[in-house]
C-alpha cells in the first residue's frame, strides 16, 4: 500500500497511519464548498466589471431605445401641446366673435359627461381611495335618487291619467346635438347680430348645416306650414294640445303639410337659413298657453341630470342670437 | 511540523516525506481551477437563472420606472386627446354651420393614420408594443392637430367675410318704425303722378317732410344728388352686389364717394322728382336685379328700440 500515508507522532517517537474521521471529511468538503462559493462570488463579481450578460445587454438596448422614444415623443408632445394651445385660444376667439359670449372653459366642457376623470381631483391623498369609494357611492345614490324621482313623477301622472299630455309636452330637443354643442343662443335677453341692441329671443337656437333634419318635440298635430321671405322663414307650428305648441323657423323645407298628426321625433323639415337669419340655424320656441316659455326647460325627456345641468348653463349665457 | 507526511518505502522499509514533483503539483493545481471555474459557472447559472444579478435587477427597475414615466406621458396625451375631440365638435357643430361650410369629413381628419409601418425600428424589443402605441398615438394627435390648425384658419377668414357681410349689408329700415309702410314693390297699373301703368321698384314710407333717413347698410356712397325721378337722391353701393337707394330726399347730407355705416344719418326726407306728397322711396338691388326691401329687414323694434339701435350702432364713429 504505497499510498498509505503516516504522520511522525512525537510523543510516541512512531510513525501513525493517517486516518481521517466521516467528520474531517465533511468538513473538508464544506470548506471546499464555501471556498468555490466565495471564489464564485468573487469572479463572477469581477467578471461583471468588464462584461455585460446576454440578458443584461438585450435591457440595457431597452432601456436604451425606452429612453430614445420617450425623450422623442416627450418632445413632439410638447410642441404638440403648444399648438393646441393655441388651437383653444383660436376656438375662444372664434367663440367670442361668433356667438358674442365667454366661452365655457374646455375643462368645464367635458364635465359630467364621459366621466373619465370625474374624481381626478380627489386623487393624491392618504385617503383618496376611500373618498373616491365614496363619492362614487354617494353618485349612485343620486342617479337612484333622480330615477326614483322620475319613475314617482310617472306614476303622479300616470295615476293622474295624463298619459297623453306627457307624449305631447314638447320635452325632447328638436335636433340630434352631440355633446350638446349645438345649442348657440338660448331664451331671454340677447345681442341682436345686426341691431348690437339686446332683445328678447323668444326661443332657443340650434347650429347645424343646412339639411340636417328637424324632429317635432311631441305629438300633436301640424297647425301652420307656412314659407315667408321675411321674419321666420320658412315655418312650421305645431299644436300640442294642453295649451302647448311649438314653432320651428328658418327651415330649408318641409316635410309634413298642414293639418297632419305627428309624433315625438317625427321629421318635419331641414335647417335652413330661410327669413331674417344671418346664418343657418333652427330656431325653436315653445308657447304655453299663446305666452312665449324658455325651452330649456322643456328638454327634461332625452338628457342626464349632468347633461341638463350643463345645457342649462349654455342657454343662460348672454351671447348674440341669429335672428 | 505535524503536518509533513511521510510514506513508507517498501524497498528499504523506511519511512520517507511525500514530496511531490513540480509536474504533478501543476495537474494538481489546473485540476483545482478548472473545478473553480466549473463551479462558478454552475453558481452563476444557479443565481441568474433563479433571482437575476444584481445588474440585472438595477436594469429591470429602470425599465419599471421608465414605463411609469410612460404612463404619465400617455395621461397627457389622453387630456390632448381629449382637448382635441372638443375642439373638433366645436369646429364641426358650431362653426361650420353657423359660417355655411362644408364641414370635414373624418378621412380626412384621421389621414395617414395605420398607414404602412413606419416603426420598424421599434420591433424586437420586450415592450415594443408600447412605444408603438405611443408613436401612433403622437402620430395621430399631429395629424389631428394639423387638420384642426388649418380648419381654424379657413373658419377664421370665412369668419372675418361673414362680420363684414353682416356688416355691410343693407339689413334695417331706412327710417324710423312708426311711420306707415306705402306702395311696395309691385306693378302699378296706374303712376299716381304720370298716370301711365309701370313698375314700381321699391317700397314707400310714409314720412312727413324732413324725416330722418339712416344708411341701412355699411358702404360707400356712390351716387348723391339729383337723379331726374327720383328727384334728391343718395345711392349707396353695400358691395357683394349690393345696392341700396334712397329717393325723393329733401336734403342730401353725404357727398360721392364718402364710407357710410350702417345707421349714419344721410339725409332728411322730401318730395322732390316724381312725388305727390313727402315720402321715402327705398330700393335694394342685387347685381342690377330690383329685390323686395320687406325681404330684408323685419319690422320688429319698438320706436325706443330702433333708435336705442342707432346710437349703437353710430357709437364709436359716424362716417369713416
Same mark, same amino acid.
Given at each position: 500500500?504505497?499510498?498509505?500515508?503516516?504522520?511522525?507522532?512525537?510523543?510516541?517517537?512512531s510513525f501513525d497511519k493517517?486516518?481521517?474521521?466521516?467528520?474531517?471529511?465533511?468538513?473538508?468538503?464544506?470548506?471546499?464548498?464555501?471556498?468555490?462559493?466565495?471564489?464564485?462570488?468573487?469572479?463572477?463579481?469581477?467578471?461583471?466589471?468588464?462584461?455585460?450578460?446576454?440578458?443584461?445587454?438585450?435591457?440595457?438596448?431597452?432601456?436604451?431605445?425606452?429612453?430614445?422614444?420617450?425623450?422623442?415623443?416627450?418632445?413632439?408632445?410638447?410642441?404638440?401641446?403648444?399648438?393646441?394651445?393655441?388651437?383653444?385660444?383660436?376656438?375662444?376667439?372664434?367663440?367670442?366673435?361668433?356667438?358674442?359670449?365667454?366661452?365655457?372653459?374646455?375643462?368645464?366642457?367635458?364635465?359630467?359627461?364621459?366621466?373619465?376623470?370625474?374624481?381626478?381631483?380627489?386623487?393624491?391623498?392618504?385617503?383618496?381611495?376611500?373618498?373616491?369609494?365614496?363619492?362614487?357611492?354617494?353618485?349612485? $345614490?343620486?342617479k337612484k335618487v333622480y330615477?326614483?324621482?322620475?319613475?314617482?313623477?310617472?306614476?303622479?301622472?300616470?295615476?293622474?291619467?295624463?298619459?297623453?299630455?306627457?307624449?305631447?309636452?314638447?320635452?325632447? $330637443?328638436?335636433?340630434?346635438?352631440?355633446?350638446?354643442?349645438?345649442?348657440?343662443?338660448?331664451?331671454?335677453?340677447? $345681442?341682436?347680430?345686426?341691431?348690437?341692441?339686446?332683445?328678447?329671443?323668444?326661443?332657443?337656437?340650434?347650429?347645424?348645416?343646412?339639411?340636417?333634419?328637424?324632429?317635432?318635440?311631441?305629438?300633436?298635430?301640424?297647425?301652420s306650414v307656412l314659407s315667408?321671405?321675411?321674419?321666420?322663414?320658412?315655418?312650421?307650428?305645431?299644436?300640442?294640445?294642453?295649451?302647448?305648441?311649438?314653432?320651428?323657423?328658418?327651415?330649408?323645407?318641409?316635410?309634413?303639410?298642414?293639418?297632419?298628426?305627428?309624433?315625438?321625433?317625427?321629421?318635419?323639415?331641414?335647417?335652413?337659413?330661410?327669413?331674417?337669419?344671418?346664418?343657418?340655424?333652427?330656431?325653436?320656441?315653445?308657447?304655453?298657453?299663446?305666452?312665449?316659455?324658455?325651452?330649456?326647460?322643456?328638454?327634461?325627456?332625452?338628457?342626464?341630470?349632468?347633461?341638463?345641468?350643463?345645457?342649462?348653463?349654455?342657454?343662460?349665457?348672454?351671447?348674440?342670437?341669429?335672428? | 511540523?505535524?503536518?509533513?507526511?511521510?510514506?513508507?518505502?517498501?524497498?528499504?522499509?523506511?519511512?520517507?516525506?511525500?514530496?511531490? =514533483?513540480?509536474?504533478?503539483?501543476?495537474?494538481?493545481?489546473?485540476?483545482?481551477?478548472?473545478?473553480?471555474? @466549473?463551479?462558478?459557472?454552475? #453558481?452563476?447559472?444557479?443565481?441568474?437563472?433563479?433571482?437575476?444579478?444584481?445588474?440585472?435587477?438595477?436594469?429591470?427597475?429602470?425599465?419599471?420606472?421608465?414605463?411609469?414615466? #410612460?404612463?404619465?406621458?400617455?395621461?397627457?396625451?389622453?387630456?390632448?386627446?381629449?382637448?382635441?375631440?372638443?375642439?373638433?365638435?366645436?369646429?364641426?357643430?358650431?362653426?361650420?354651420?353657423? %359660417?355655411?361650410?362644408?364641414?370635414?369629413?373624418?378621412?380626412?381628419?384621421?389621414?395617414?393614420?395605420?398607414?404602412?409601418?413606419?416603426?420598424?425600428?421599434?420591433?424586437?424589443?420586450?415592450?415594443?408594443?408600447?412605444?408603438?402605441?405611443?408613436?401612433?398615438?403622437?402620430?395621430?394627435?399631429?395629424?389631428?392637430?394639423?387638420?384642426?390648425?388649418?380648419?381654424?384658419?379657413?373658419?377664421?377668414?370665412?369668419?372675418?367675410?361673414?362680420?363684414?357681410?353682416?356688416?355691410?349689408?343693407?339689413?334695417?329700415?331706412?327710417?324710423?318704425?312708426? /311711420?306707415?309702410?306705402?306702395?311696395?314693390?309691385?306693378?302699378?297699373?296706374?303712376?299716381?303722378?304720370?298716370?301711365?301703368?309701370?313698375?314700381?321698384?321699391?317700397?314707400?314710407?310714409?314720412?312727413?317732410?324732413?324725416?330722418?333717413?339712416? @344708411?341701412?347698410?355699411?358702404?360707400?356712397?356712390?351716387? @348723391?344728388?339729383?337723379?331726374?325721378?327720383?328727384?334728391?337722391?343718395?345711392?349707396?353701393?353695400?358691395?357683394?352686389?349690393?345696392?341700396?337707394?334712397?329717393?325723393?330726399?329733401?336734403?342730401?347730407?353725404?357727398?360721392?364717394?364718402?364710407?357710410?355705416?350702417?345707421?349714419? %344719418?344721410?339725409?332728411?326726407?322730401?318730395?322732390?322728382?316724381?312725388?305727390?306728397?313727402?315720402?321715402?322711396? /327705398?330700393?335694394?338691388?342685387?347685381?342690377?336685379?330690383?329685390?323686395? =326691401?320687406? #325681404?330684408?329687414?323685419?319690422?320688429?323694434?319698438?320706436?325706443?328700440?330702433?333708435?336705442?339701435?342707432?346710437?349703437?350702432?353710430?357709437?364709436?364713429?359716424?362716417?369713416?
Amino acid at each position: 500500500m504505497a499510498n498509505t500515508k503516516y504522520k511522525f507522532n512525537p510523543d510516541s517517537l512512531s510513525f501513525d497511519k493517517i486516518r481521517l474521521g466521516v467528520k474531517a471529511i465533511l468538513l473538508r468538503s464544506l470548506a471546499y464548498l464555501i471556498g468555490s462559493i466565495i471564489i464564485a462570488a468573487v469572479l463572477n463579481f469581477m467578471f461583471g466589471l468588464f462584461f455585460d450578460s446576454p440578458r443584461e445587454k438585450a435591457l440595457k438596448r431597452e432601456i436604451e431605445q425606452l429612453t430614445l422614444q420617450y425623450n422623442l415623443i416627450h418632445r413632439e408632445m410638447g410642441n404638440l401641446e403648444k399648438v393646441i394651445d393655441h388651437l383653444q385660444e383660436t376656438d375662444d376667439n372664434l367663440y367670442r366673435t361668433i356667438f358674442g359670449a365667454e366661452p365655457i372653459q374646455a375643462t368645464q366642457r367635458q364635465a359630467g359627461i364621459g366621466g373619465i376623470n370625474r374624481y381626478d381631483d380627489l386623487e393624491g391623498f392618504n385617503n383618496s381611495k376611500l373618498v373616491i369609494e365614496t363619492a362614487k357611492e354617494l353618485d349612485k $345614490i343620486r342617479k337612484k335618487v333622480y330615477v326614483q324621482s322620475k319613475s314617482f313623477d310617472e306614476l303622479i301622472m300616470l295615476a293622474t291619467e295624463k298619459e297623453d299630455m306627457l307624449r305631447s309636452i314638447p320635452a325632447i $330637443i328638436p335636433i340630434s346635438t352631440k355633446d350638446l354643442t349645438r345649442i348657440a343662443s338660448g331664451f331671454g335677453l340677447r $345681442i341682436h347680430p345686426v341691431y348690437k341692441i339686446s332683445k328678447l329671443h323668444a326661443g332657443m337656437d340650434f347650429t347645424a348645416p343646412l339639411g340636417t333634419e328637424v324632429y317635432a318635440s311631441g305629438d300633436g298635430t301640424i297647425e301652420s306650414v307656412l314659407s315667408s321671405k321675411r321674419g321666420m322663414g320658412n315655418y312650421i307650428v305645431i299644436n300640442h294640445g294642453f295649451g302647448y305648441s311649438s314653432l320651428y323657423a328658418h327651415l330649408e323645407s318641409f316635410n309634413v303639410k298642414e293639418g297632419r298628426k305627428v309624433k315625438r321625433g317625427d321629421i318635419i323639415g331641414y335647417v335652413g337659413n330661410t327669413g331674417m337669419s344671418v346664418a343657418p340655424h333652427l330656431h325653436y320656441e315653445i308657447k304655453l298657453n299663446g305666452v312665449n316659455v324658455d325651452p330649456v326647460n322643456y328638454f327634461f325627456n332625452d338628457l342626464s341630470p349632468a347633461e341638463y345641468e350643463k345645457m342649462i348653463e349654455i342657454a343662460s349665457k348672454t351671447g348674440q342670437s341669429f335672428d | 511540523m505535524s503536518s509533513r507526511k511521510y510514506f513508507l518505502d517498501l524497498s528499504d522499509l523506511q519511512y520517507k516525506r511525500v514530496r511531490l =514533483p513540480w509536474k504533478n503539483k501543476l495537474i494538481r493545481f489546473t485540476i483545482g481551477s478548472l473545478v473553480c471555474v @466549473a463551479v462558478t459557472l454552475l #453558481y452563476t447559472a444557479i443565481i441568474n437563472d433563479m433571482l437575476g444579478s444584481p445588474k440585472e435587477k438595477v436594469l429591470s427597475q429602470e425599465i419599471e420606472s421608465l414605463k411609469l414615466e #410612460y404612463s404619465l406621458m400617455g395621461r397627457e396625451i389622453d387630456n390632448s386627446v381629449r382637448i382635441l375631440d372638443d375642439l373638433e365638435q366645436s369646429d364641426g357643430n358650431r362653426y361650420r354651420p353657423i %359660417l355655411d361650410m362644408d364641414s370635414i369629413p373624418s378621412s380626412i381628419r384621421n389621414m395617414g393614420v395605420g398607414g404602412i409601418n413606419r416603426y420598424d425600428e421599434l420591433e424586437g424589443y420586450d415592450n415594443s408594443s408600447l412605444m408603438l402605441s405611443f408613436r401612433a398615438k403622437v402620430e395621430e394627435i399631429r395629424n389631428r392637430t394639423t387638420v384642426q390648425f388649418e380648419s381654424f384658419k379657413a373658419i377664421e377668414e370665412r369668419k372675418n367675410e361673414w362680420k363684414r357681410e353682416m356688416e355691410y349689408l343693407p339689413m334695417i329700415s331706412p327710417v324710423n318704425v312708426i /311711420y306707415r309702410l306705402g306702395d311696395g314693390m309691385k306693378f302699378r297699373e296706374k303712376h299716381p303722378v304720370l298716370g301711365t301703368p309701370q313698375w314700381h321698384h321699391g317700397q314707400d314710407f310714409s314720412t312727413p317732410y324732413g324725416t330722418k333717413v339712416y @344708411a341701412t347698410g355699411s358702404g360707400k356712397v356712390i351716387e @348723391a344728388g339729383w337723379n331726374s325721378g327720383y328727384g334728391n337722391c343718395i345711392v349707396i353701393d353695400h358691395g357683394y352686389g349690393y345696392r341700396s337707394t334712397y329717393g325723393h330726399l329733401s336734403k342730401i347730407s353725404v357727398s360721392v364717394g364718402l364710407n357710410v355705416k350702417r345707421g349714419d %344719418l344721410i339725409a332728411l326726407s322730401g318730395s322732390t322728382g316724381t312725388s305727390t306728397g313727402p315720402h321715402l322711396h /327705398y330700393q335694394i338691388d342685387l347685381f342690377g336685379q330690383h329685390k323686395n =326691401p320687406l #325681404y330684408y329687414f323685419n319690422n320688429d323694434l319698438t320706436e325706443d328700440e330702433y333708435f336705442e339701435m342707432i346710437q349703437t350702432l353710430t357709437a364709436q364713429s359716424k362716417f369713416r
